[in-house]
């Protein structure tokens, strides 16, 4: 069972747009959140996280949103750059419990 | 520069084998962990392990074995009892045994295919 869900596999963007990256659960335990990038051949990078106490964090370009109630967390990228082209994962984890999900990951494309 | 190193990139298995994915880190960290990927689908953990010489399962651990005789190592076999070994594996440690609040570092990989 997916307990973590990116339900789009693809997003593409124009140079210079925002982009919103997508991650909902279903496991109210989760309690931190992670963002990962990944590009071809390569293994996934951390990129930014936030805690279950936090609704938002921000890091440069890099913002990431979450809401509780919903569920529901989302990566913000502004301004969008050709070299934010790559594969990002969501992930979240029950430190408790000793779990941590990923999602499948969304493709993001920023044209130039 | 401190890492992870996974070998070989790319590993061919014929049926009936067992092969051996190589994990080394130099990050001193005290966590490792093995990741399944397959297509359209996130990564799913197969062991991890938060101190030498213990390790857990994790989802799916069947048709797979681990040793971790080194804080630096982590190698990930794949039995002949794993009747679906084609996938992208991918090795992570962290700093903290065990405790998942913290980000994870991955190596780059190694693609297992199927003659």
């Known amino acids: 069972d997916q307990q973590v869900k990116q339900n789009s596999p693809s997003l593409s963007v124009q140079e210079g747009r925002i982009s919103i990256l997508n991650c909902d659960y279903t496991?109210?335990?989760?309690?931190?959140f992670l963002w990962y990038k990944k590009y071809p051949a390569e293994g996934p990078t951390f990129l930014i996280s936030?805690?279950?106490?936090?609704d938002k964090n921000e890091d440069g370009r890099f913002t990431v949103f979450l809401n509780k109630s919903a569920k529901h967390l989302s990566l913000h990228i502004v301004p969008s750059q050709p070299g934010d082209s790559a594969v990002y994962f969501c992930a979240a984890s029950d430190a408790g419990n000793n779990d941590m999900r990923f999602g499948a990951g969304t493709r993001l494309t920023v044209k130039p | 520069d401190g890492g992870i190193t996974q070998s070989p990139k790319y590993l061919f298995r014929k049926e009936g084998q067992n092969v051996t994915l190589s994990c080394e880190q130099n990050l001193n960290h005290d966590a490792m962990y093995w990741y399944r990927q397959d297509p359209g689908q996130g990564l799913r953990l197969i062991y991890y392990s938060q101190i030498v010489n213990d390790f857990q399962k994790g989802d799916i651990a069947e048709g797979y074995s681990v040793s971790r005789e080194k804080k630096e190592s982590f190698p990930l076999t794949v039995t002949s009892a794993q009747k679906n070994p084609t996938a992208f594996y991918l090795c992570?440690?962290?700093?903290?045994?065990?405790?998942?609040?913290?980000?994870?570092?991955f190596g780059d990989g190694t693609r297992l295919s199927i003659l």
């Open positions: 992570a440690s962290s700093i903290v045994g065990g405790h998942l609040n913290q980000p994870q570092h």
């Open positions: 936030i805690s279950s106490i936090k």
């Open positions: 496991n109210s335990m989760f309690d931190y």
